[in-house]
């Protein structure tokens, strides 16, 4: 299994709905969990970050669960401005790394 | 205030050529981070420094090579660039390893 992987979209919703993503990884003994947002020629920014079961901010909820090793996101009443690509970052495996690994991301385009 | 700030923001420069790319944060992080993002936008880690010391080195050719003067800079020399090397390259910081990290803005490279 790779290290993390996303389906790449893009996820093309209209504004209002409700989309959802998942993410898998591999390192069972991960701790900390991320989600950023990317826009075009633009920097990663911080999104979420999930340290339990999961975490909500405003329309954005992610959720973790360790026994099917996935993390999700899901982002309700879709704007406009949520069109992006979205990276799931997990610890690298290996013991002593202190590595984060990117996803290749999730592009969502939100329709008018 | 910018939190994190790279310079330059764009860099055109000729095959053979060495050139250098400065960050700085102003978070009072410990951990500061260099990755590229090549064409396919995968993200990929090259060097990690924490309180001045080197944690992270991936197999990066040794034309590149990372200084921290101090915990805020992290600086990237690259020497004799090749076509390979244009890529966009972030700087990032945490406030400690496997925390959620803070982007710059990228310098984007073309080596013509």
């Known amino acids: 299994r790779k290290e993390v992987e996303q389906d790449p979209g893009p996820f093309n919703v209209p504004e209002g709905a409700t989309v959802a993503f998942n993410c898998t990884y591999s390192?069972?003994?991960?701790?900390?969990f991320f989600w950023y947002r990317q826009d075009c020629r633009k920097e990663p920014k911080l999104l979420m970050s999930?340290?339990?079961s999961g975490n909500e901010d405003g329309r954005f909820t992610a959720q973790l669960n360790r026994a099917s090793q996935y993390i999700s996101l899901l982002i309700r009443d879709s704007k406009l401005s949520d069109s992006a690509t979205y990276l799931c970052?997990?610890?690298?495996?290996?013991?002593?790394?202190?590595?984060?690994?990117f996803g290749t991301g999730t592009l969502l385009a939100v329709q008018p | 205030d910018t939190a994190v700030s790279q310079t330059p923001k764009y860099l055109v420069t000729q095959m053979g050529n060495d050139k250098s790319i400065k960050c700085e944060q102003n978070?009072?992080?410990?951990?500061m981070y260099w990755y590229k993002q090549d064409s396919k936008k995968f993200l990929k880690i090259m060097f990690s420094?924490?309180?001045?010391?080197?944690?992270i080195n991936e197999t990066v050719p040794n034309r590149f090579s990372p200084k921290s003067p101090d915990k805020a800079h992290l600086n990237l020399h690259i020497n004799s660039l090749e076509l390979g090397d244009s890529a966009v390259y972030f700087c990032?910081?945490?406030?400690?390893?496997?925390?959620?990290?803070?982007f710059g803005p990228g310098t984007r490279l073309t080596v013509t």
């Open positions: 978070l009072g992080h410990d951990t």
């Open positions: 990032a910081s945490s406030q400690v390893a496997l925390y959620g990290q803070y």
């Open positions: 420094y924490n309180n001045k010391e080197l944690i």
């Open positions: 390192n069972s003994a991960s701790q900390s």
């Open positions: 970052v997990v610890p690298a495996r290996g013991g002593a790394t202190n590595k984060l690994i």
């Open positions: 999930v340290y339990s």
